[in-house]
């Protein structure tokens, strides 16, 4: 895999020793390694929301849901659904709610 070129062989160690440090163990750093990049930081005021939209989209991911709904969006943005390219790239099947809009809820029979 991909990944596997900060990971494996011996002049890896070092990376090793710092994913170690970070809380993975063995058998995570057998599994490809994703990172999500966004142009979230602390300084810009209007990229501040952008944390919890990723957050949400790899929340879904690691709980195996089958649909994503982003609702409430920040009043800085203007215009959420510019974002969900991003949200996709994490979580395909993700949706940005927005006024009047519904879905059907179906749960499954214990």
Do not use: Q
């Not at 009043?75 to 969900?84: G, I, Q, R, V």
């Amino acid at each position: 895999m991909k990944s596997d070129v900060v990971k494996k062989g011996p002049t890896r160690c070092a990376h090793r020793s710092l994913f170690y440090a970070l809380g993975f163990g063995p058998e995570e750093l057998e599994k490809p390694l994703i990172g999500i990049c966004n142009s979230f930081n602390e300084v810009i005021p209007g990229h501040m929301h952008l944390r919890e939209i990723t957050e949400a989209a790899k929340l879904a991911k690691a709980a195996n849901v089958k649909e994503l709904w982003l609702t409430h969006f920040s009043p800085s943005l203007l215009k959420a659904e510019e974002f969900m390219p991003d949200v996709r790239r994490i979580f395909p099947n993700a949706f940005a709610g927005k006024d009047g809009k519904t879905s059907e809820l179906v749960f499954e029979e214990d």
